[in-house]
């Protein structure tokens, strides 16, 4: 899901437009110049990378899996310590959910203005310029820790600065996949970054509920600013063609209107993006209340809590490991329903559960069932959809899954808080059931646009 490093995975985790066609390589070539798919398959190493690992056959990215990896890592240190950081500040599930609540906001309502700036700039310089900011905001946060005089106000407004550049960054990360590596190889793309974005959540939260002990949050923090370095140096190191800006002006809410126009005649798409903002939005919240289930359900303290992420990361590698290489149209719907429903069993599980090890299963299974959920939604919305109209595209998708989310996360806290935790996560499993259901009753109209689009593209 992720393609460049975002502040966190904005607490939760973390499409299409024009026909039901997709381009051949030839044609994008044709529609947006022949130079930038040449350049994506000359940087290939010699012979063929097999199944899963096709996408590294291409130099961008493996410049890119590297120095994604060691941003990721810290990233995933952040995300353990700020929430470390709020409840040792205030012993609340409800400022858990207001700070991933000011994170979010931004993205509600920036993000599909986002779209189509993505569409009309460089996409790699728009790249490097985000990355920028949200390192500059993590040694903020750093500093602020380090001299003792950081409060919950102060968390926020950063929540709320790095969720405005997130709504440039996520969009953005994501279109640019396809530049690195071509069409061809786009769905092992896709899913080996899951596989760095989740082997990164195994380690990282891991690291950092053993240096929260050791040296504390804001050294957490600034470990995360540094990393930052590793993937802006390997933007720069890449070779790909220039994208010509050009200019918006009055014509910004067309070029809106044309990405949503898609998405609403594309049904296959339409539900598609339903369900994953039901599904993130309400039921994946429950990850707000990890730290309170780690301090007073699981009675582990912070080390506990790395390790309960560390195992959904753990999960979500295993379920990348076994999906990268199965791109198949029957077997991308059998990853989406099994993705869901196992979400929800884990979810479940781990509302009820009062033992560590039960718990740590439950989360390894929520892991492998998002993976399976996301990079198959992902893929399927990416192979529906032309270059022009990408950048729209995945501002959609990046708006369906955080768009929700306040919504989410304010009442997982609210209920955690007024109710008990327990009650908030069953409603969160809840929620996760009804989406498997009605992506079920949807999947022969998904099977039909899949079927439209191998014709289209035999034809071609």
């Known amino acids: 899901m992720c393609a460049g490093k975002s502040r966190q995975p904005l607490s939760g985790l973390s499409n299409c437009l024009g026909s039901t066609t997709i381009d051949t390589p030839s044609e994008i070539a044709a529609d947006t110049g022949a130079d930038t798919f040449a350049a994506a398959s000359a940087d290939t190493a010699p012979g063929t990378t097999a199944g899963a690992f096709r ?65 009309h700039v460089d996409r790699r310089r728009l790249i490097i310029g985000t990355q920028i900011l949200l390192m500059i905001s993590a040694f903020v946060l750093a500093g602020l820790s380090w001299f003792g005089v950081v409060r919950v106000e102060q968390v926020i407004i950063l929540a709320a600065f790095n969720g405005l550049v997130s709504a440039f960054d996520m969009p953005g990360r994501q279109a640019f996949v396809v530049d ?142 076994a999906i990268a290489s199965r791109s198949e149209a029957k077997a991308l719907r059998h990853n989406l329903i099994f993705g869901i429903f196992a979400a929800a069993v884990g979810i479940f599980t781990f509302g009820l559960s009062h033992s560590m090890w039960l718990s740590l299963a439950a989360q390894t299974l929520v892991g492998a069932g998002l993976i399976n959920h996301m990079v198959t939604t992902n893929t399927m919305l990416q192979l529906f959809v032309s270059d022009d109209l990408r950048g729209r595209v995945m501002s959609m998708y990046t708006l369906s899954f955080i768009g929700l989310a306040p919504l989410g996360s304010l009442e997982v806290g609210i209920i955690g808080e007024r109710v008990s935790p327990q009650a908030a996560v069953l409603g969160c499993a809840a929620i996760a059931l ?23 593209s035999h034809v071609a």
């Open 55 to 119: 996408a590294l056959r291409h130099r961008n990215f493996r410049l890119f899996f590297g120095g994604q990896l060691t941003s990721l890592i810290g990233t995933w240190m952040q995300s353990v310590a700020q929430g470390w950081l709020v409840l040792k500040l205030t012993n609340s599930a409800f400022a858990l959910g207001l700070v991933s609540f000011a994170g979010y906001i931004p993205v509600l309502v920036v993000t599909l203005f986002a779209g189509v700036v993505v569409d």
């Open 434 to 456: 009804v989406c498997g259901v009605v992506m079920l009753s949807r999947l022969k109209l998904i099977a039909a646009a899949q079927t439209k689009i191998e014709g289209a």
């Open 180 to 321: 690195m590596v071509g069409r061809e190889d786009l769905p092992s793309a896709i899913a080996l970054n899951s596989m760095i974005f989740n082997g990164a959540r195994v380690i990282g939260p891991a690291v950092a509920g053993l240096l929260i002990a050791m040296i504390g949050v804001s050294g957490c923090f600034l470990l995360n600013g540094i990393s930052y370095i590793a993937v802006i140096w390997s933007l720069f190191e890449m070779r790909v063609p220039v994208r010509a800006a050009t200019r918006l002006g009055a014509d910004m809410m067309k070029h809106l209107r044309e990405g949503l126009s898609y998405i609403w005649a594309h049904k296959a798409s339409w539900y598609l993006l339903v369900v994953v903002a039901l599904n993130c939005g309400f039921a994946v919240q429950y990850t707000v209340l990890i730290p309170v289930f780690a301090q007073n359900v699981l009675h582990r303290g912070a080390r506990g809590y790395g390790f309960l992420l560390a195992a959904q990361g753990t999960g979500a590698l295993i379920g990348g490991l």
